[in-house]
């Protein structure tokens, strides 16, 4: 059976990262609470990181409190072997083999990528965090922290709701605030996750019992040819 996720044509051209956007995971309940929808899902989520070559990778989730604060991962050697960022709805990066997730049913999760550094970040924004600035903070971060020029990224945006099924368009925003700070190349899906159930979870359309999607974003281990 073909597991259910997609990798975005824009990410998978650069070489340097592995990625994936997960879908619906088929014949899971997700009508439970959090905890327990996350527990559930996350077989299938292993077999999905594993499918696409980073199953044995550090793993760093954000807490996501649709807040604008950015977690760093600056070396692997120290602490703990991947972890949950408190407080953070953002991860940023230049630490290679390590994978960057968040978990998304209607928010956007922003895959950023800065190949000439490199460094990675990787964003959930929904309405809130997008007016807070999270992914223009994370970019911030990747300017400060690694050198990176907003010029030389390429911004992915995954599927998240949009109007008329929401009403705001916060993915026009995102896409608005990267171009403010220099981004050239931003990728937009276009895709709404309340209009295809049978592909995305959506929080909204749902009534809050739903699923996850996980977005994954890691620079390989080395450059690939």
Not at 31 to 46: I, N, P, Q, T, Y
Not at 62 to 70: F, L, R, S, T, V
Not at 91 to 99: L, M, S, V, Y
Not at 135 to 159: C, K
């Amino acid at each position: 059976m073909e597991l259910p996720f997609e990798q975005f044509p824009a990410l998978s051209a650069i070489g340097i990262c592995r990625h994936v956007f997960t879908h619906r995971i088929p014949d899971i309940d997700v009508s439970h609470d959090k905890a327990e929808v996350m527990k559930r899902l996350d077989a299938a989520h292993r077999e999905i990181r594993n499918a696409i070559g980073v199953g044995d990778w550090p793993l760093f989730t954000a807490e996501q409190i649709h807040g604008n604060e950015i977690g760093v991962v600056e070396s692997c050697s120290r602490g703990p072997v991947g972890r949950e960022f408190p407080g953070c709805d953002g991860i940023i990066t230049n630490q290679r083999g390590i994978a960057l997730g968040v978990y998304v049913a209607d928010c956007c999760a922003v895959y950023i990528v800065d190949p000439k550094t490199p460094a990675i970040g990787l964003v959930h924004s929904g309405r809130k965090g997008t007016e807070l600035g999270v992914v223009t903070n994370a970019i911030r971060e990747m300017i400060d922290r690694f050198g990176s020029d907003p010029a030389n990224m390429i911004v992915q945006l995954s599927p998240c709701i949009r109007p008329p099924h929401y009403e705001v368009g916060f993915a026009v925003e995102i896409v608005r605030q990267c171009r403010a700070l220099g981004v050239k190349e931003i990728d937009e899906s276009g895709l709404c996750t309340a209009c295809d159930l049978d592909r995305y979870y959506s929080y909204r359309a749902e009534k809050g019992k739903t699923g996850r999607m996980l977005a994954l974003l890691g620079l390989n281990p080395t450059i690939a040819n």
